[in-house]
């Protein structure tokens, strides 16, 4: 099994839709982020926390929330889904004493 | 904001030879860096990081820092086919965030 593990791992929804993207890790890392991932522009940060009470905007949380159930559970939502919106998402977590970040499978999201 | 500029590429290179893969980044001040690899369709994974001045060699991998130039490059000697992916170039800010470059293509010729 994964380390970390992303659900769903495809998706397609239309406008307006609200959409959930689930991440859970065994790893036992504190840290962990949500990444956006679209051709030709890298990742950009979304969101991050630092633990459960710590949660932090990224560059472009514009349209995202998330949650952070417990240590191991991080979910970013889409209230409102948009076209533009449409990417591969990424859920990591960090490893403090490697500098490490360790991604999930991804999320592929397609809003119609 | 700190930016990191790669170029996207591809960056074609014959089996056998040294792939050079660069990235400049705007902050001054920043310390780490690392490199990623993202086969097509899958997520990125490490491959190397580097904090100081200098070379950092592992196996057939060599990260280069040249903090006055803000220019960090990454050598890959004896290319091999399975080495064709995206390499992500990152700077590290503060509280454990990645600052991603958009990524260079390479693409190794058997």
């Known amino acids: 099994d994964a380390d970390v593990t992303q659900t769903p791992r495809n998706r397609i929804t239309k406008t307006g839709k609200r959409i959930m993207l689930e991440c859970s890790q065994t790893k036992g890392h504190d840290r962990m982020y949500w990444y956006r991932q679209d051709p030709g522009l890298g990742l950009q940060l979304i969101y991050y926390s630092f633990d459960v009470k710590d949660i932090n905007k990224g560059e472009i949380s514009d349209g995202y929330s998330v949650s952070r159930q417990a240590q191991a559970k991080f979910s970013l939502s889409l209230e409102s889904a948009i076209p533009n919106q449409t990417a591969l998402y990424f859920c990591a977590t960090f490893d403090g004493n490697t500098g490490e970040l360790f991604f999930g499978e991804g999320s592929r999201l397609t809003v119609l | ?110």
Do not use: H
Request: a neutral charge; proline letters at 4%.
């Open chain 2, 1 to 110: 904001q700190k930016e990191v500029e790669q170029n996207s590429g591809p960056l074609s290179v014959p089996e056998g030879a040294i792939a050079s893969l660069n990235c400049t980044y705007s902050d001054r001040g920043s310390q780490s860096f690392f490199w990623y690899r993202q086969y097509s369709g899958k997520s990125p994974e490490l491959i190397m990081f580097i904090y100081s001045n200098g070379d950092k060699e592992d196996g057939r991998f060599t990260a280069q820092l040249n903090k006055a130039s803000q220019y960090v490059s990454l050598l890959i000697r004896d290319s091999q086919p399975s080495d064709s992916a995206t390499y992500l170039c990152a700077d590290m800010e503060y509280g454990n965030k990645l600052v991603f470059g958009a990524g260079t293509i390479l693409r190794v010729k058997s």
